[in-house]
Structure formats: C-alpha cells, structure tokens
C-alpha cells in the first residue's frame, strides 16, 4: 500500500476563493492511499514547504499530491524538497487546481467538485509512478555558431573569451555581415566599420574560434550537448596561405559582374576580394562566373599569380564537427523591392532601398560617399524617404513592424543633409517608434536640428515623370493631398528573415514562426532559447531588431550556449519513452509521429534514444501494440486517473 | 483416447474446412481422440450432444446471436474439460459481430419477411403451431457475443479461418492433455507473440506520412513497400502476429482477423490512434481541422475497418440493448 499525502494549498484567495480547500483535503483524506491530507495558505512559501517535509518524515510518506498551480510553476519547489528528506523527486506530483479549475471557474461547490476529482486523479498517477533517476550524458564543449554577422562574431567571441572552442561558420566569403555594409550607426553616427572591424579581426586571431567562411551547414544529429554537424565548405581556388593581395588578378579578370557588397551599385571582377577589411583577408575565385583557368578559355589570373595561389583543381570538402552547442545568427535581408507594385516593382534606378543608400554614404562605396542618383550621377537636390515599405501592411504585405526603419531613415535623412547642404529631405511615417537609449532624442534633432520634414501618412504611388519621381500621398494630420517631385527615393524595406535563415530551419528542423523567423521558446522568459534543446537564437534571425539588441541577444545566446557546454554532464528528464521489445513488432509507426527523432529501428523493434526523447507521449498514443509507453505516464495509470475522474462523489 | 467436440455455432463453416485441411494430418487425432461430435463432419443434433456425458476437448467456432447457440455453448462448457475458442467469431465475435451496428431485430425481420419479392408477409414467431404441432425457433438477439462473454474460455486460437500452424500447434496441447502432459497456461492464444509487422518483410520509409486513404482497390500496390507508406490502411500494426502475412502475400492489407496484440483490449481503437497520428503528420496545422476531417472521410466504413473482427469484445461495442 501505498503512503500518500496530499497538500492542498490555499494560494491566498487565487485557489480559496473559488474551491473549498479543507472539503478537498478532508474528502482526500478518505482516499484508500491517502494517509495525511492538510491545507496550507501559501504551499510554496518557506514554511509551507518545511510542513510537507514534516509530514513526509511524521507520516513516512511515499508519495506526495501538491495540490496548487501549475507544475509548470512549482513543481521543482517541490520535488527538491521533497528529495531534501529522501523521496525520490519523481514520487512527488502537483495537481493543478488553480490554472485549470479555480481561476475558470466562479462557482464554489462546483469548483470543489472538480478540484477533488483533479486531486483524486493525480493520487491514483503517483500511486503507479516510480522512482526515477535523470538520464546523465557527457558533453562536448564546444559551441557552433553558425552566421558570421555581428550577431554571429559577437557570440562566438564570447564563448571563445569564457575558454571554450568555437566554430564559427559563414556562408560569404568574409565574415561582417549586413553591419559591414553601412556607413554609419544611429544614434551616435559613428561609423559601422570602425567599430566592427576590430570585433572581426579578434575572431581571426582567436585561437579558440575555428572560422569557416564560404562554408555551409549541411546535416545535423544528435542531442543537446552532443551534436554532429556537416559543415560544407566551398573552394575559393585562392589558397589563403599564398595570397599576397596583389591585386594583379583582379586587374586582368576580364569578366565583371554586379558587386553584391554594393548592393549591386558597382562591379567587381570575378576573382574579387569582397570588401577591403574582409575577413579572411584573401581572394575567391567566383567559378560560377570565371571563363576558366585554362589558357585557351581564359587563364589570365593564373598566368599573373606570382605567388600560385590560384588552383582550379579542388573541391567541396565536407567537414564533420562534435559540438555540444548551437547558436544559430542568420541574419536578414530585405523585403524584395519587386514586391512593391506602388512603388515601381524595383525597376526605376532611382527608387533604393536603405541598404544601397548606405553604400553610397560609406567612403568605400561605389561613389566614394558622395550622394548620387543611380540613373544619370547627378546629386540628388530632394529625396523623400518612405517608412514601413513592406512592413505594418497585413493586408498587402507583411504584419509585423521592422523596428529600425523609425531610427535608420532619420539617419539617412540626416547625413543626406550633411552630404548635400541645399538639398531637401522629406520622410513619410505612420508612427514613429524611437523607443531605444537616445533614440528620441535622435528624432527630435532630425526633426528640430536638421530641417527634414515629416509627412504623417503612406504614400500610394511612387512614378517617373521625365527626369523626376512623383510621390502620391496624403499628409494625415492635415488631411490635405500631397505631390512631391523628387531626385531620388529612398524605401524603409520591410526586414525578412535571411535566405540562410530559411535554409537552416530546414536542415536544422528547429521551429520558426508565422513569418518564419526563429521562434523562441518563450517570447519574455525564454527569449533566446529554440525549443529543441541546445539551440539559441540571436540576432535578426529570431525577429527584426537593431544593433545594441542584436549584441546583447548575441550576448545572451553565448552565456547560454556556455551553461550547457560547461557542465560536465547533463540531466535530462527520466519521464520517457520505453519499448518493451517483446511485444514491439517494429511497424515504425512511433518513428514516424515523433517530433524528436529520437526513436530509430534497431534489429527489428524500435529503441527510444532517452536524451531525445522529451516525454511528449506522441509514441505511446500511436503504438498500435501496446508495446511503446510513457514512464510514470503508463495505459494503466491514465485508465486509473480517468475512473477516478469518473467516481461519483 | 480422449473425447474431442468440433462444434459450428453461427458458423459460415470456414473453420471446420480450416481443420480438414491439415490433410493426413488429420489421422493422427484419429490415434489420440474420438471425435464424439462434429455436426459439419456426421449429422448429429442437440439430443445427441445432450446424451455424451463428458468431452475432454471442445473447439467452439462461429458467431453467437440466437439463443440456442449460446444454449449449445454453455451445454458444451458443462461437458467440457477444455474448452478452445476457435475462429476470430468464438474468440472476439467476428464478422458477424458487425450486426452491433445494425438497426434492431424487428428491422431485419421485416425486411426478410416483408419485401415486395415476399409472398406471404408472416414473421416467424418463436412458438407456432403448424398441424397441430407447436413448433419451437430460437430467439434471435440484437447483438453477436463472443464466446468468453457467455461461458469461461480456456484457450483461444484466432484467425480467419486460424492457420495450419496453429492447428498443428492445438494438436499438439491435445496429445499433451492425452498424456496427461504440462498444458499451457489457461487463457493463452495459440497465435505469434507480437503484432504482424513482425513478420512481415516490406519495405518502410524513413518516416510513414499518410496524405490520402486509398482502398485495396483503388490502387495498384506496390508488393515491397509498407500498405501504410502507400496510404492503404493495413491492419498489420494492431493485429497478433501469427499467420505468416498470408494476405500480404497476396499483396492485399491485413484486415485484423488475428485480432488485438498481446496486452491489447481494443484492437480498433489501437489502430484508430496510430492511423490518426500518421494522418498528414508533417502538415497537421496547414490543414487544420477542416483539412483532416476531409482525409479522414475517405475511409468509407470506419468500424467496418478497424473493428472488421472484433466489435463485440470492444469498449464501445454496441449500438443498442441485447434484447436477449
């Protein structure tokens, strides 16, 4: 026979108020496994918990019902302390009569029909439990960070300053990310390459961070804190090691293509090295793009090389690492402009996006600073700005808001003025959203300061006329139309998850939201942490945001990625799935539900791999042969709790 | 030598024509037995059976749904020392148990009684008189039974009809038992130890997702891939393992005649649960409610399907009172 007693906690009125709690304890008292039942006001309080320590040790106790919140709550309150005085923490359970009976419920006697029955069911469940020990697993410490943006460099760097390794791996062929490309950061102004390039340069000379540029993440398996990935990394036909960055290749490549860094506003060749601080600091050899390396195609490069550092006979290497960590920073990109109808399909010149206005503010951009219409070179004497292009439009296009178009168009706004002293700057918002440390006052000297002015309303249409872009909209405060002629137009486009993103939630298999961009585990609790276990989120990847935030998210991500990979070991929850193989047939139908991957076929039945499997039960519902089922969570003590939820009285 | 019954109930006489076909097997129960009655094999009635005053061994087949079936069930219980539910309708009620579902007894008289084609609209009753003489029917019940919900069962041999294998294994508790040998334990199914897929050798893909049902024919099956992975609702998963794939073999689905696996009441519902979890697994919130109500239709007769062989031993297993 079992020893069970049941704590039925008040929770000030939150449970008392709706649920007779000395009629649940005295009615539980009868039960036949039942040997002490009790009420206290606040079960979780100190002394509250030193009285089902007390109990336990007076009525030697086996099993203990905290009937109060939600386990989610306090059900590790209550099973340590319960250990604290020798019960096996998994002899403890919490029946939930506060979120799912008295905060629903307004009627008394009901209530307390109801709360009886929850606390009746979750006694017959103990009852069948047993003892379990967490499941141990080693792990590897070492951390894969996968984005080479500022989210991605400042994670890696700061798991490789706590000691710990790092692979950091890019896609491009140089890590820096969208940051590398702007000219300068709001809200101070200064300039994005000065402060970005040192954190790049520390990641090439950690020896703690193994960088992996030009390369991809092709497969992952495994389990928090023993992953193995592919990573596939491509051939630059440049060897690092030689190059000197002579820059003679490049001089004779004939083939020129439009510059990516540039947003395409320049060209490069197809031997190029993307960008002058780009780390690693070597060329790449574009091979989609190259005539060939043999002289009768091309070859000029390879005829120019005095170092050989060009060689066209290498491949694909796949590298194969062990991490026990993996934070994913895949950035973003921008909402294409071809989705924007009203303001010319992206097929004017003359209509940018901010990324390309930010090239041609940054001194190494394609017109060296200077402010200049794509179209014909002139200087643009008035731009208009337009804010939510793509973002806050559920209807047309995308719901959310993009959150540093507010902050990043004042900016352009005002260097334009700096650049081009006579010129006119007008920016049409719906609200403006400056909520960040100097934000505001950022704004306010756009608006006060600098002279540009602000149009509250969307415009509806952006066309040519001649050598001028008309802007259609309607000022909304005045409620007065406007047409404004304009040089040069400027759009805030919507922030999208990055096409990295897209592909790693792919090969990851890890959760995005409804606008695909990785979701967390908990928006305000759990913020950088994806739902399977062992992936941290930082940066765009996980939702629009700016700078400072995208930093400390990095930041976040690294510390949390660090209090797995420095344990020696890890606990993961014993209430698993098991096979009982005799009756196991192997028709794989427990594979095929599961969301953890973590039952395979092994000779002939399947086996539960238990630091996987996170005790959802999907496998045990659908096994047609009983032989799958849930510890602590069996067919017979569901069946025991629903008669017991049956039971008259 | 020992006394063995082979006794027809609501039987279509499959497992009778299952047990002739050992072929020369046969004699050797010939060496250890008499057979003291087999209706399907002599012509033998009621008043013969009552006049045997012992059996050692009865095998019991067919469905039971009048009361003189279950009269001659528990008659045979009282004369036997071993009593083996032999045939998916002894041990679970079988096809005929789908009657569950059916409307009531006087809706099956009227229409065999009182359609067009019927000359005279008479119903039978179960006393009439007819030159004189009272003639007696049996009561015919609402509901089909299993035989252990009417008498104790010592062993069960499942199947539609069962397998040789088991006969030969059946025949062997019989020469244990003229032995007076070790028998096995009471309740055991003379059947394999697992769900079918155990002995089945086709294909699985890595993951089974099911977009679409198709029925057996509506659809050319590929004989080496698993029927789930093809969208045909195989029973194979939520059946007891035993008869060496015979329909599969055939490159027809399992439909559950060896009923429920070891440990499994609810043959049905086991499947219903595993089918629904496979359902479009990998697109459940795209189609939403809507979207898999409209997957799920496409299987015509859903009790049909998965309780083929066994509604009257379900949970839920009726429609209405027994009227018995």
């Known amino acids: ?649 | 030598m020992i006394r063995i019954a082979i006794a027809p109930l609501g039987s279509c006489s499959g497992c009778d024509v299952a047990i002739a076909d050992i072929g020369e097997d046969f004699a050797d129960i010939a060496k250890i037995a008499e057979i003291v009655y087999w209706p399907t094999g002599a012509d033998l009635k009621l008043e013969d059976l009552e006049a045997i005053d012992y059996i050692d061994i009865t095998l019991s087949h067919g469905s039971i749904r009048t009361s003189e079936q279950e009269e001659i069930l528990k008659l045979l219980r009282k004369k036997s020392k071993v009593m083996v539910a032999f045939g998916s309708c002894a041990c679970f009620g079988g096809i005929p148990g789908l009657v569950n579902l059916s409307p009531e007894r006087e809706d099956v008289m009227r229409t065999a009684y009182e359609s067009i084609s019927t000359d005279k609209g008479e119903w039978p009753s179960e006393k009439s008189k007819i030159d004189g003489k009272i003639l007696t029917l049996p009561k015919l019940y609402n509901l089909g039974h299993s035989h252990d919900s009417l008498v104790e069962m010592d062993y069960y041999v499942p199947g539609c009809p069962p397998v040789e294998s088991q006969i030969r294994d059946l025949l062997g508790v019989a020469v244990a038992y003229s032995k007076g040998g070790e028998l096995p334990p009471k309740g055991t199914v003379i059947a394999g130890a697992r769900a079918l897929c155990d002995e089945c050798d086709r294909e699985k893909p890595e993951k089974i997702v099911i977009d679409r049902f198709y029925r057996p024919h509506e659809k050319e099956a590929d004989p080496n891939l698993c029927f789930l992975a093809q969208g045909i609702i195989c029973m194979g998963p939520a059946t007891r393992s035993g008869c060496g794939t015979r329909c599969i073999n055939a490159n027809m689905p399992c439909r559950g005649c060896f009923g429920p696996p070891p440990g499994i009441r609810d043959q049905g519902s086991k499947m219903l649960s595993a089918i629904t979890s496979l359902l479009a697994a990998d697109r459940e919130a795209e189609l939403g409610e809507e979207g898999l109500r409209e997957l799920l239709e496409r299987i015509s007769d859903p009790t049909g399907t998965f309780y083929r062989f066994t509604l009257p031993s379900a949970i839920i297993n009726r429609r209405l009172n027994d009227g018995r």
């Open chain 1, 1 to 649: 026979m079992a020893r069970v007693g049941v704590f039925v906690c008040h929770c000030g009125f939150n449970i008392a108020g709706t649920v007779d709690v000395e009629k649940v304890a005295e009615t539980l008292g009868k039960d036949k496994d039942v040997v002490f039942s009790t009420t206290y006001k606040y079960m979780c309080s100190g002394p509250g918990q030193t009285l089902v320590q007390e109990a336990i040790k007076e009525h030697r106790l086996d099993k203990v019902i905290i009937a109060a919140c939600s386990p989610g709550m306090h059900e590790a309150t209550f099973r340590s302390a319960a250990e604290d005085v020798g019960l096996n923490p998994y002899d403890v359970e919490i029946a939930n009569i506060r979120e799912q009976c008295s905060w629903v419920h307004d009627d008394m006697e009901k209530g307390t029909e109801k709360a009886i029955k929850i606390a009746r069911s979750m006694v017959r469940k103990v009852v069948g439990n047993q003892p379990l020990e967490p499941v141990k697993v080693g792990v590897t410490p070492k951390v894969l960070v996968i984005g080479g943006g500022i989210a991605g460099i400042q994670a890696a760097l700061d798991v490789a300053d706590a000691g710990y390794e790092v692979i950091l791996v890019e896609k491009e062929t140089s890590i820096g990310g969208h940051m590398a490309q702007l000219s300068e950061t709001f809200p101070t102004l200064d300039c994005s390459q000065c402060i970005l390039t040192p954190k790049m340069v520390a990641v090439s000379r950690n020896p703690k961070i193994k960088l992996m540029t030009y390369s991809e993440v092709i497969d992952i398996s495994g389990y928090v804190g023993n992953f193995k990935v592919k990573i596939k990394e491509k051939p630059r036909y440049v060897d690092p090691e030689k190059c000197n960055l002579c820059t003679d290749c490049e001089d004779v490549c004939p083939v020129v293509v439009p510059n990516e860094f540039d947003m395409g506003l320049s060209i490069r060749k197809a031997i190029y090295l993307p960008f002058p601080q780009a780390v690693p600091s070597t060329y790449t050899l574009d091979m989609e793009k190259c005539l060939g390396l043999d002289p009768i195609r091309c070859g000029k490069c390879i005829e120019v090389c005095d170092v050989e550092a060009i060689d066209y006979d290498v491949h694909p290497k796949i590298i194969e690492e062990e991490v026990g960590a993996i934070i994913v920073a895949t950035g973003y990109d921008l909402y294409p402009k071809n989705m924007l109808g009203e303001y010319g399909y992206g097929e004017d010149e003359d209509i940018i996006n901010g990324l390309e206005f930010e090239r041609m503010l940054s001194a190494s951009g394609p017109t060296k600073g200077e402010v200049r219409r794509p179209s014909d070179g002139k200087v643009p004497k008035r731009v208009v700005f337009i804010q939510c292009a793509g973002s806050r439009d559920p209807d047309n296009h995308l719901p959310y808001c993009s959150k540093i178009c507010c902050m990043y168009t004042a900016k352009h706004a005002m260097l334009y003025k700096h650049h081009v002293e006579d010129g006119e700057a007008y920016i049409f918002y719906i609200d403006i959203r400056a909520a960040g440390k100097g934000y505001e006052e950022f704004i306010h000297r756009a608006m006060e300061e600098e002279r540009i002015v602000y149009l509250r309303g969307k415009p509806s249409k952006v066309f040519r006329k001649g050598e001028k872009l008309v802007v259609w909209g309607v000022d909304t405060l005045l409620g007065e139309k406007i047409e404004i002629e304009a040089d040069l137009v400027v759009l805030a486009m919507a922030m999208v998850p990055g096409k990295g993103t897209g592909e790693i939630i792919d090969v990851l298999n890890c959760a995005a939201d409804e606008n695909e961009f990785l979701k967390e585990v908990h928006p305000k609790l759990r913020p950088v942490e994806s739902s399977t276990p062992g992936f941290f989120l930082a940066g765009a990847a996980q939702a629009p945001k700016d700078i400072p935030d995208t930093v400390a998210q990095a930041s976040a991500a690294a510390s949390k990625a660090l209090s797995v990979i420095g344990q020696e070991y890890l606990e993961h929850e014993p209430a698993v799935a098991q096979v009982d193989e005799d009756l196991c047939s192997g028709c794989e139908v427990c594979i095929s539900v599961c969301p953890y991957g973590a039952i395979s076929p092994v000779g002939g039945h399947a086996e539960v791999n238990a630091v996987m499997c996170e005790g959802c039960g999907s496998c045990a519902a659908a096994c047609p042969s009983g032989a799958m089922t849930l510890k602590n969570g069996t067919q017979e003590q569901i069946f025991d709790m629903i008669r017991s939820i049956l039971q008259e009285g």
